[in-house]
C-alpha cells in the first residue's frame, strides 16, 4: 500500500464529515439489528409494567366520571380502614405548594383541586397491598360532585357567558389570545391575499375535518418508584423524555432533582403519548408516603385516560389558481381543540400555522391557527404533531383544485412544489434540499398492483384482499378502485427558539485486549431504534467493533425529548460529537507515545478504523489497544442544532424551524360502496431522508408512519360525546389496523444531504404519517365520487346513508 | 379452579360449588375478569372434557359439543359438515382467540356480536343442556333469550345441528380487515328438502332476528327442483325485504343516519347471500 502525502493537510486534523465509507463493521449505513427486536417478538423483552420489588405496594388511581363539576367533598375514611389499604392521598395531601405541573404550561393539578375539567382526570391515589386491594378501596372513597356547565366546541369556548376553564393565567402566551379558552393563536400574514386572489382564474374553498387520534401503544403506562434511604426516590419509568418529567416531578415532591433519580424501562410504544406524564408523580407521592416501593400500571380502559392525544381539528381553506396551474394565494383558520389542559397544544399551533401552506409555494397567504381550552380529553403531542391536520386539508383543496382545472393533480401538485430555496409562510428560507416534485415523480412510477388483485389462479377470491377480509363480505361484489396522491412537508427537532440539546457521554477503554466504547445517554428508546443508530455511530467514529450502550438514566445530562423525528439528529449527533472529542484526545496521546516513529501523526488526516489509528489512505500507525493503555478516555459533551427564532405574534414570520423532512404517498384502495367498507391494498411512498443511517430501520419508520396514518383515514377515533365524556376506551371499539389492514408498502428512498446536520439526515419518522392520511382518502374519492372532507372516514360517511 | 375429565364430574363439581362458573377458552370470561367486571368465587375449567371437544352425527342432524373451538369449526372438514358456521368461526376473532373461544362459551355469553348465533338461528338448532337431574333439549334462542335460562349446576354440553346438504353462507359487516366485531351479520341456509330459505340477520339487536315473512316470499320463488336460480331484482328484493324488518321505519318521522346505514348493510348483506347460496 503506498503512502500518499499531502504537503497540504493541517497537522492532525481530524476531518469532521467521513468522505469515505467507514471499513468498520456494524457502521453507519448498514441495516444492524437491534438488540430488543426479538425479544419483543417473542414475549421476552422487559417492559415497565413488568417491573417487580420485594415488597412492593400497588397504586391506583380514582379518576372523575365527570367532565367538567367541583369537588364539594371528599371522604376517603372507608378505603382507608380496609385492609391492606397503605395510604390514600387527595389535592389536600400533596408536600409542597407546587401542585401543578405541565410541558408548557403549568396548569394540569397533580389530583384536582377542587374542580375537575376532564372526563378521566385523576382524583385521589391508594396504595395497597395488592391491585385487587386497591381498586376496591378506591371504589370506597366518596367524591360530592357539582356537575358545572362543559365547554366542548369552539362556539361553547368562546362564547360570552363560556366559563373560564383556566381563570388565572401566567403562561407566556395568555397576553396575546383574544379569549382566555384559547391556549394560543398564531397568525401568520405574508404578502397580499386580497390582492393576489384578483389573479385567481379558479377559487376553491373548503372546511375540513379530523377526528381525535390516540397513539395506541401497546405498552400502558407504567412505573416503579422506589424510596432511597437519602430521602429521595428512585423512579423506573417508560417515558419519551426523562430530563422533562424529572423538571415536572421534583419540585411538586419538594425534592432537588439530584434526589430523584430516573432510570429508563421498557418502553412499549410512545408516539407523543408519554411526553406529558402520567403515573410519574402519583407513584413517587405514594412511595414516599408509604416508604415502600409502589408500581403502578394502567389498563387498557385507564391508558385511554392516561395520555393527551391527538387534537381533533377543523379547518377552513382557500385557495385560487390562475389557469395554467399556479397557485395565487391561500387562507386558511385552523382550530385546534386541546381539551382541558394546555400540554403542547402552544407548539402544536406554531406548527399547524407554520405548515399549513404545505410543501408548495405560495406567496401570498393569510393563516390562522388557535388551540382551544375545552372541557374534552387534554390533547397534545402525536406523530406528525399539528402537521398531520393541516396537511390532510392542504392536501384535499390540491386535488380540489386540480380538479376545477382539469388538471391532473400529480402534474399540478408538481407546477406549485417548493424546491430548495423555496420561502416558507414565515419568511424562512428553506435551505436544504426540498425534493417535492421527485418524491411525487416516484411514487407515481411505480407499477400499479393489478386489477382485481384478490383473484387467486383457481379463480376463487382470496377475501384477505377484499374489503371485509375474512368477515366474507365480498367476493367482488360493489368493489370499486380507486388511486390518489399526497404529500407532505414536516420540521425536525424543536422549533420556535427553543433551546434543543442532546448530551452523550462516551468512555474509551481497553477491556479484555479489545477497545470498547460505553455510549451513555439520558435517550428514551421508544423503539425508534435509537439505541441502535447511537452504536452504530460509536463505531465509525472510532473505529470499535465492541460497543456498550449504558441503560438511560438522568445521572447523565438531557438528551431532550424522543419526539419531532429529532433524536437520531440529535442525540445522534451528540455521540457523534463526542466521540470525535474522544478521536481527537486518542490521537493526542497516540502523538504524544508514537509520534515520533512516523512522520503521518504529524502531517496526515488520521482514522480510526478497525481498532487502529490509520492515515487517510488506509496505512494503519498504531493500535489503539496500544495507545489507550490503561487510559480510559471519558467525555460528556452537549450538542446543539442551529439556532431557531420564535414566530412573530402577529406577523408569524421568523426563522422557526431547524429542517423539513418531505414523504409523498400514493394509496391504491378497494372499496366496497355498497358497505361503505375499505381495503387499502397498496400505500406506496417516497422519502427524502437525507442520509439512512439505518437502511432498515429507515423502512420500519415509513411502514409505522404510513399505517398509522392510515388507521387515522378509516378508523381511528376515540369518540367524544357532546357532553365531553369518552365513549371508545378499548381495543374493541378503537380500531387500530391490524396485519390484514396492513397494504404493500413499496419504499423509494432518496438521500439528499443536508449540510446542516450530522451526516446529513433528515429526521424521517413523522414525514410519512402526513401524507398517508389524505392519500387514502383521495383514493376513496376517487373511487366513489364522495367529498369525503372528515376523517376518519365511516362506512356511513361512504353509503351516504 | 377444578378440571373435570367429563360431563358427569363437571356437573357434580357446578352441583357441589354453587358459587362456581364454568369456563371453555376463557376469552369472554377472562376479558371481564380483567376489567373488573366478573370476581369468581371458583371456576369449573371444561378444556379436559374430551367427549364434549368433538363432534358426532345423530339421525342427520351433528351433535356438536360445546367446547369444540372457532379454530376447529374453521377446518375443511366442518365446513365441508356446516358451511356456515365454519364461515362463521373464521370470522370470530384474532386466532388467538379462535384457537381457545368455544361454540359453547359463544352461546353462554350471548353477546349480540355472538357469531356462531345468527347461524344456529337459521339452523334451527337446539342445545342439549347437561344438569344434576339429567338433560334437556331446547332451542338455541330459548337459552340466549333468557326465556329458559341455564339452571344451577347445569351445563351447556352440545349443539344439535341438522345436515342440510346445501349451500350456505354466512357475512359479518365490520370496520376493519382484520378481525372485529360484526356491525352486523347475515347467515343465509337452504334446507331443500322443506324447500325453504332461512335467514338470520346478527349484531342489530340484543339477539339473531329472522326474517320470517321475507324468507317465506323468496323461498316460494325458486324452483327447488330446477336450477334454483334467481334473477338479479329477486335477490335485491329478499334483501330489502329482509332489511326492513330487522329495521322497520319508526312510527314517526326519519329513520336516524345510523340506523338508516345499518339498514343498507343489511339489505347487501342479505342479498349477497341469497345470490352467493344460489350461485
Ligand atoms: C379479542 C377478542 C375478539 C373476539 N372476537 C369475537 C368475534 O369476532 N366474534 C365472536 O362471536 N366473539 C368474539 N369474541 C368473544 C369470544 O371469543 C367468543 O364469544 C367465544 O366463543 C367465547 O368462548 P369461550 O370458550 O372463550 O368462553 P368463556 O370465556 O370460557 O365463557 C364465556 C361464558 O360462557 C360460560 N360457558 C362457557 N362454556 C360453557 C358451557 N359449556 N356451559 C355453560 N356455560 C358455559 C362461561 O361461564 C362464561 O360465562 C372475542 C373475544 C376477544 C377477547
Known amino acids: ?801 | 379452579m377444578t378440571l373435570p375429565t367429563s360431563l358427569d364430574e363437571a356437573v357434580a363439581a357446578l352441583a357441589a360449588m354453587p358459587a362456581a362458573v364454568p369456563v371453555a377458552g376463557g376469552t369472554d370470561l377472562m376479558s371481564a375478569v380483567n376489567s373488573g367486571l366478573l370476581r369468581p368465587a371458583a371456576l369449573v375449567g371444561l378444556g379436559r372434557i374430551s367427549e364434549i371437544r368433538g363432534w358426532q352425527y345423530a339421525d342427520g342432524n351433528a351433535l356438536l359439543g360445546a367446547c369444540l373451538t372457532h379454530a376447529r369449526m374453521g377446518r375443511s372438514d366442518f365446513a365441508a359438515l356446516i358451511p356456515a358456521l365454519a364461515m362463521a368461526a373464521r370470522a370470530a376473532g384474532p386466532p388467538q382467540i379462535r384457537n381457545a373461544g368455544t361454540l359453547g362459551g359463544n352461546i353462554a355469553n350471548a353477546a349480540p356480536t355472538g357469531d356462531a348465533l345468527p347461524v344456529l338461528a337459521a339452523l334451527e338448532a337446539t342445545v342439549v343442556l347437561a344438569g344434576p337431574d339429567g338433560t334437556r333439549e331446547i332451542p338455541v334462542g330459548h337459552l340466549t333469550a333468557g326465556h329458559d335460562p341455564l339452571r344451577p349446576g347445569e351445563l351447556l354440553a352440545y349443539v344439535r345441528a341438522p345436515l342440510l346438504h346445501a349451500p350456505q353462507t354466512f357475512l359479518k359487516a365490520t370496520t376493519r380487515t382484520g378481525p372485529g366485531r360484526a356491525t352486523a351479520s347475515v347467515a343465509l341456509v337452504l334446507d331443500p328438502a322443506r324447500r325453504g330459505v332461512r335467514c338470520a340477520i346478527g349484531a342489530v339487536a340484543p339477539m339473531p332476528l329472522r326474517p320470517l315473512e321475507a324468507e317465506r316470499w323468496v323461498s316460494g320463488l325458486i324452483d327447488w327442483d330446477g336450477s334454483r336460480a334467481l334473477e338479479p331484482e329477486a335477490c335485491t328484493a329478499f334483501g330489502d325485504y329482509a332489511a326492513m324488518s330487522c329495521i322497520p321505519d319508526p312510527a314517526e318521522g326519519e329513520l336516524p343516519l345510523a340506523l338508516a346505514h345499518l339498514r343498507r348493510t343489511v339489505a347487501a348483506l342479505a342479498r349477497r347471500a341469497l345470490e352467493r347460496a344460489l350461485s
Open chain 1, 1 to 801: 500500500m503506498g503512502t500518499q502525502m499531502r504537503g497540504t493537510a493541517a497537522p492532525g486534523r481530524t476531518p469532521t464529515s467521513l468522505s469515505r465509507r467507514s471499513r468498520t463493521k456494524g457502521g453507519i449505513g448498514e441495516s444492524t439489528l437491534r438488540p430488543d427486536g426479538t425479544l419483543k417478538v417473542i414475549g421476552e423483552f422487559a417492559y415497565s409494567s413488568d417491573l417487580w420489588h420485594e415488597d412492593m405496594l400497588w397504586g391506583f388511581t380514582l379518576r372523575s366520571p365527570h367532565p367538567h363539576a367541583r369537588i364539594t367533598s371528599i371522604d376517603i375514611s372507608k378505603a382507608l380502614a380496609q385492609a391492606g389499604v397503605h395510604a390514600v392521598l387527595t389535592h389536600d395531601d400533596l408536600p409542597t405548594a407546587h401542585t401543578q405541573y405541565g410541558l408548557e404550561y403549568t396548569d394540569t393539578p397533580v389530583l384536582a383541586d377542587g374542580v375537575v375539567r376532564h372526563h378521566g382526570e385523576p382524583v385521589a391515589l391508594v396504595a395497597a397491598d395488592h391491585p385487587e386491594t386497591a381498586r376496591r378501596a378506591a371504589a370506597k372513597i366518596k367524591v360530592d360532585y357539582e356537575p358545572l356547565p362543559v365547554v366542548h366546541d369552539e362556539a361553547s369556548a368562546l362564547a360570552d357567558d363560556a366559563p373560564i376553564l383556566h381563570p388565572n393565567r401566567d403562561d407566556h402566551h395568555a397576553g396575546h389570545v383574544p379569549h382566555p379558552n384559547i391556549v394560543h393563536r398564531q397568525p401568520i400574514i405574508r404578502g397580499n391575499a386580497a390582492e393576489a386572489a384578483k389573479r385567481a382564474d379558479v377559487i376553491v374553498t373548503g372546511e375540513y375535518e379530523v377526528g381525535m387520534q390516540d397513539q395506541a401503544f401497546l405498552g400502558p403506562e407504567s412505573g416503579l418508584a422506589v424510596p432511597a434511604e437519602d430521602g429521595g426516590i428512585d423512579l423506573y419509568i417508560a417515558t419519551q423524555w426523562l430530563h422533562s418529567d424529572l423538571r415536572q416531578i421534583a419540585p411538586v415532591l419538594g425534592l432537588p432533582e439530584e434526589k430523584v433519580r430516573m432510570t429508563l424501562s421498557g418502553v412499549g410504544g410512545a408516539f407523543g403519548g408519554r411526553e406529558d406524564l402520567s403515573m410519574q408523580i402519583h407513584a413517587c407521592l405514594l412511595a414516599l408516603r408509604t416508604g415502600k416501593p409502589v408500581k403502578i400500571v394502567y389498563n387498557r380502559f385507564e391508558s385511554f385516560f392516561g395520555h393527551v392525544h391527538r387534537h381533533p381539528a377543523k379547518l377552513w381553506y382557500e385557495h385560487g389558481a390562475t389557469k395554467d396551474g399556479k397557485i395565487t394565494h391561500m387562507k386558511c383558520r385552523i382550530v385546534l381543540d386541546g381539551g382541558a389542559y394546555a400540554s403542547s397544544s402552544p407548539a402544536v399551533v406554531g406548527n399547524a400555522s407554520s405548515l399549513s401552506v404545505g410543501p408548495y409555494v405560495v406567496d401570498d397567504v393569510e393563516i390562522e391557527a388557535l388551540a382551544l381550552y375545552t372541557n374534552n380529553p387534554p390533547c397534545g403531542a402525536m406523530r406528525g404533531f399539528g402537521a398531520v391536520q393541516a396537511c390532510f386539508a392542504y392536501e384535499s383543496q390540491m386535488d380540489k383544485l386540480a380538479e376545477k382545472l382539469g388538471m391532473d393533480p400529480v402534474e399540478f401538485r408538481q407546477k406549485n412544489a417548493m424546491s430548495q430555496g423555496a420561502i416558507m409562510p414565515t419568511g424562512q428560507i428553506v435551505d436544504s434540499p426540498a425534493p417535492v416534485a421527485e418524491l411525487l415523480r416516484l411514487i407515481k412510477a411505480m407499477p400499479l398492483p393489478p386489477e382485481k388483485q384478490w383473484e387467486t389462479a383457481r379463480g376463487a377470491a382470496d377475501v384477505r384482499a377484499l374489503p371485509g377480509g375474512l368477515s366474507n363480505t365480498t367476493h367482488g361484489e360493489g368493489v370499486v378502485r380507486g388511486v390518489g396522491y399526497a404529500v407532505g412537508i414536516k420540521n425536525v427537532g424543536f422549533s420556535e427558539g427553543f433551546d434543543d440539546y442532546s448530551t452523550a457521554r462516551v468512555q474509551l477503554q481497553v477491556i479484555g485486549g479489545e477497545p470498547v466504547a460505553t455510549v451513555h445517554t439520558a435517550m428514551a428508546e421508544v423503539g425508534q431504534g435509537g439505541i441502535t443508530v447511537n452504536a452504530q455511530i460509536a463505531r465509525t467514529e472510532l473505529g470499535v467493533t465492541q460497543v456498550v450502550i449504558h441503560p438511560a438514566d438522568t445521572q447523565v445530562g438531557s438528551a431532550g425529548s424522543t419526539s419531532a423525528s429529532r433524536q437520531t439528529y440529535m442525540t445522534g449527533g451528540a455521540v457523534k460529537n463526542a466521540c470525535e472529542a474522544i478521536r481527537e484526545k486518542v490521537l493526542e496521546t497516540g502523538r504524544r507515545k508514537f509520534g515520533t516513529y512516523h512522520p503521518a501523526w504529524a502531517t496526515a488526516e488520521l482514522l480510526l478504523e478497525d481498532g487502529k489509528v490509520v492515515t487517510d489512505s488506509d496505512e494503519p500507525l498504531a493500535d489503539l489497544v496500544d495507545v489507550l493503555g490503561d487510559e480510559v478516555i471519558d467525555i460528556e459533551l452537549q450538542w446543539r442544532h442551529r439556532p431557531t427564532e420564535a414566530f412573530d405574534p402577529v406577523t408569524g414570520q421568523g426563522f422557526g424551524h431547524v429542517q423539513y423532512s418531505f414523504a409523498a404517498h400514493r394509496a391504491v384502495v378497494e372499496v366496497d360502496t355498497e358497505l361503505g367498507l375499505v381495503k387499502v391494498i397498496e400505500l406506496a411512498c417516497a422519502q427524502d431522508v437525507g442520509k439512512a443511517l439505518n437502511p432498515l430501520s429507515v423502512k420500519g419508520q415509513i411502514h409505522g408512519a404510513t399505517v398509522q396514518g392510515l388507521g387515522l383515514a378509516v378508523m381511528e377515533e376515540i369518540i367524544v360525546a357532546k357532553d365531553a365524556k369518552v365513549c371508545n376506551p378499548s381495543f374493541t371499539d378503537y380500531l387500530i389496523p391490524t396485519i390484514l389492514d396492513t397494504p404493500a408498502i413499496p419504499v423509494e428512498v432518496l438521500e439528499l444531504a443536508d449540510e446542516h446536520a450530522p451526516y446529513g439526515l433528515r429526521g424521517i419518522g413523522e414525514a410519512p404519517t402526513l401524507s398517508s392520511t389524505p392519500a387514502v382518502v383521495a383514493a376513496i374519492r376517487a373511487a366513489t365520487g364522495l367529498p369525503l372532507v372528515r376523517v376518519p372516514v365511516r362506512p356511513e360517511h361512504i353509503t351516504g346513508t
